[in-house]
């Protein structure tokens, strides 16, 4: 595990051992390249996003510790059998029942989330929605599996991009910043780590790129970059990468070796983090905010006003 771990809540104190806020240790996949700093799970930096906002709301204290997927530490191998990411350990403070979390250990993904929930004081907006029949988290639960399936070669990108299409008018419908509002929320935490790996390994692979047309879902993207809870926790895209080629089956490697992706990700290389949009799509959302025109526009007419009176 990664040193002393990283304290993230928000610049604050940690509270003493009295305090009844929750104090919990976050255990997240580290790097497959350096097998230190943070890895691709989407699940652990959906975790990592959780906890992040939490804590700059003050509702807990959290420290995150990277665990080698290469040579774990035995303790820790130990504690986590389920080999669940992201993983918990409570070390004080009491949860929403007034329950010490003390020594809690959820064994399932199931019973993580519902760790979440029970240290989840103040932010109504970061809870599981229960009923997905309606709720956009449902109409997008399957995008890993969708995307996962296009870099393998067995879903087409037309099933992919629908599902992207359903965000893009949602967004829309909606008018808000971001999915259910002005404010991250728990959908958000699960719906932006996905997409992170769809801009960057489906361009790396499949030279797959979202539509410019879905101008809704690229200013949700700069808005998101724009939060440190998002932009804070993301993966370096060489790691993000890897992540998806160590899971490739021999044939597609032998397959994309030969359309000259060699899959190469060592520590010698620069990394990476793409944090922002394309510059074409963010100078097309900024037009579009100006009326359809930029402010070289404006100076263009202007001048052309004058030289006519």
Known sequence: MSGDGTDV???TQAPDETSDIPKYDLYIRASLIDNETQGACPMSQQGFMLSYILAQEKNVDFKVWTVSQVNPPADFKDKNRAKIYPFVEGISGKDTNGQSIAGVMPESADKVEDFFDSVNFDCPHLKRPKNLKDHILGKVDGITTQFN??????????VL???LQKVDDHLASNG???????????????????LQHIIVAGEYFRGYEISSDMKHLWRYMRDAYDSPAFSETLPA???LCKFHWTRLPDNLITEFRKNKIKGVFGVESPTHKTNKIPEKIA????????????????????EQEQSME
């Open 237 to 239: 895209d060489e790691d």
């Open 161 to 163: 991009t629908n599902t």
């Open 283 to 302: 100078k097309s959302l900024d037009s579009a905010s100006n009326g359809g025109h930029d402010d070289d526009d404006d100076d263009e007419e202007e």
């Open 149 to 158: 399936g296009f870099l393998k070669g067995l879903k087409s990108e037309a």
């Open 176 to 194: 808000t910043t971001f999915l259910e509002g002005d404010q991250l929320s728990y959908t958000d935490c699960f719906l932006l780590p996905r």
């Open 9 to 11: 809540a928000n610049g």
